[in-house]
């Protein structure tokens, strides 16, 4: 009996069986209802771990989204919808039912900033790890500072921005943090022929909308998409709620980019009155505002120890910055039903 109990114990079933088998002694009769009750139980919880699991395969997540919508690109086909309320302004709803573990939106930032802590760690384009003993990586075809993951990494970064700073590398993280950066990084990445063609467009949204402090002037696009200079340009500045000492760094800051740009011959002059000084100057002040209440931060799950809590337990360390269009319109929730990750 108590070699039975023992065995119930550790829930070794099968030897128990066994021993009743060969002892048919009626007073172990107890001991067979208890291995019968066992038996059943055991039974029903492995049907209940076969059941497939509704909405979608625990260990097989999408990162890629099967079909993108066509009014907002980024997201997944007829789960999204852009509304406005005069309290929340515009941000996203969901159209129809969302299965647990489903991807809604899959979107690159417009613009990006890699911290300058982690300049040798990571690529400065994509912001992917790289091999801790550099044999997979792309230098910059002019400096010695910068890494990247791959030759397209590398040529994308030069085209867009880092032409513009590579000699300047050294100024530029020491004089500011990286979301000022990221305003640099927005201007830059439009171009001064597009923000010139925009001008009288964004000029006029300016004048009638930002007394208001909401964007109930700007009409959305038939077809929202996350690499339209106009969409980060609409995003909340909050400027209404700003200090008067916010606002003043704010502006110094936006005046030491503008200088940047001459020097780095992205502007002409930044001499009193200069139309594409002012009106640059200006949108830099707007970035500036804007992505500190809309840009994301860019992080990198780190596990810190293994066992059964490893993830509960990981941290998410902030490697950068990026302003994502589709993104910002998600309103902040205390018991959120969605998550954010980075790839």
């Known amino acids: 009996e108590r070699k039975l109990q023992c065995l119930l114990k550790l829930d070794r079933l099968s030897d128990v069986e066994s021993m009743l088998d060969v002892y048919l002694d009626p007073n172990l009769d107890s001991y067979r209802t208890i291995l019968s009750d066992k038996k059943k139980k055991k039974e029903k919880s492995e049907e209940k771990k076969s059941e497939p699991t509704k909405g979608f395969v625990w260990d097989k997540v999408p990162i890629e989204l099967e079909r993108r919508s066509g009014t907002i690109v980024s997201s997944s086909d007829d789960k999204l919808c852009i509304k406005y309320l005069p309290d929340r302004g515009y941000h996203v709803r969901s159209t129809s039912q969302i299965k647990a573990g489903e991807l809604l939106v899959d979107e690159p930032p417009y613009a990006s900033v890699l911290i300058s802590a982690h300049i040798n760690e990571y690529c400065f384009e994509c912001m992917h790890s790289l091999d801790p003993l550099k044999t997979n990586v792309t230098p910059c075809r002019q400096c010695s500072r910068v890494l990247y993951c791959s030759r397209q990494c590398e040529k994308s970064g030069w085209q867009c921005h880092h032409k513009y700073e590579c000699k300047h590398l050294t100024l530029l993280s020491s004089c ?17 022929g597009q923000l010139n063609d925009l001008k009288p467009k964004l000029l006029k949204h300016e004048l009638e909308c930002e007394a208001s402090g909401l964007r109930s002037g700007a009409e959305l696009p038939s077809c929202y998409r996350s690499d339209s200079y106009e969409n980060v340009f609409h995003l909340m500045t909050n400027s209404f709620l700003r200090k008067s000492s916010d606002l003043f760094r704010r502006a110094y800051v936006a005046l030491f980019l503008v200088k940047f740009l001459v020097h780095i011959q992205f502007l002409m002059s930044a001499d009193n009155g200069d139309d594409d000084a002012c009106f640059v100057g200006g949108l830099l002040l707007r970035h500036s505002q804007s992505i500190s209440c809309n840009a994301h931060e860019i992080s990198r799950l780190k596990i810190t120890e293994t066992g059964k809590n490893a993830l509960a337990n990981s941290v998410a360390n902030g490697i950068g910055a990026g302003i994502y269009a589709l993104m910002s319109m998600f309103n902040h929730a205390c018991a959120p039903h969605v998550t954010r990750n980075f790839s």
């Open 176 to 192: 500011l943090t990286h979301m000022e950066w990221l305003a640099l990084r927005i201007v830059l990445k439009a171009g001064l």
